[in-house]
T-cell receptor, first 113, second 116 residues
Framework: DAGVTQSPTHLIKTRGQQVTLRCSPK?????VSWYQQALGQGPQFIFQ???????QRGNFPDRFSGHQFPNYSSELNVNALLLGDSALYLC????????????FGEGSWLTVV | AQKITQTQPGMFVQEKEAVTLDCTYD???????LFWYKQPSSGEMIFLIY??????QNATEGRYSLNFQKARKSANLVISASQLGDSAMYFC?????????????FGTGTRLLVSP
């Protein structure tokens, strides 16, 4: 049973560019959330997707957007990259009906230069 | 507002000993969930244990147990018989009913170092 998978694992982008990160949820999970974890901090909630719609959003600018596909996989897009966007981006999946099972992927390390 | 506080930036323990990692939480919502995750240097956030606010008994998962003291709003993680592979960052997190239990708020983490 595959867990949460994310790609790419590492990437380097230049300021002003755009990036797309991808996530496949654990089998049986229909909800995907994205978190940003800056160095030395705990993860911060970006947004949650269920039934292909953004359901909740944290305190992140509109440069951060996402999408969920019919197979429950998800993308996180960040436009106009800033140096401060350098972080580990974590994807979490869970069943919408249950809040006690939230699993994370290995993350995507983004460096903006 | 919901908040998780982890006051121990770092903890040291010898192999085979038990260690307690502290976590206190703040919320006015009566329905919430408490989680502990382990994060090795690779970055993956590994689920360890979950406790619901209405669970009567403390959660246990193998060598991990959660010491849930509701009146004190604490949810400490106890790791018994520490192993070298337990060296990692440990995060306490909380979810609330009013967010469908789908949004986690994390503490700042505790770095655990297990020595031989």
């Amino acid at each position: 049973d595959a867990g949460v998978t994310q790609s790419p694992t590492h990437l380097i982008k230049t300021r002003g560019q755009q990036v797309t990160l991808r996530c496949s949820p654990k089998s049986g999970h229909d909800t995907v959330s994205w978190y940003q974890q800056a160095l030395g901090q705990g993860p911060q909630f970006i947004f949650q997707y269920y039934e292909e719609e953004e359901r909740q959003r944290g305190n992140f600018p509109d440069r951060f957007s996402g999408h969920q596909f019919p197979n429950y996989s998800s993308e996180l897009n960040v436009n106009a990259l800033l140096l401060g966007d350098s972080a580990l981006y974590l994807c979490a999946s869970s069943p919408y009906s249950s809040g006690n099972t939230i699993y994370f992927g290995e993350g995507s390390w983004l460096t903006v230069v | 507002a919901q908040k998780i506080t982890q006051t121990q930036p770092g903890m040291f323990v010898q192999e085979k000993e038990a260690v307690t990692l502290d976590c206190t939480y703040d919320t006015s919502d009566p329905s919430y969930g408490l989680f502990w995750y382990k994060q090795p240097s690779s970055g993956e956030m590994i689920f360890l244990i979950y406790q619901g606010s209405y669970d009567q008994q403390n959660a246990t998962e193998g060598r991990y147990s959660l010491n849930f003291q509701k009146a004190r709003k604490s949810a400490n993680l106890v790791i018994s018989a520490s192993q070298l592979g337990d060296s990692a960052m440990y995060f306490c997190a909380m979810s609330l009913l009013n967010t469908g239990f789908q949004k986690l708020v994390f503490g700042t983490g505790t770095r655990l170092l297990v020595s031989p």
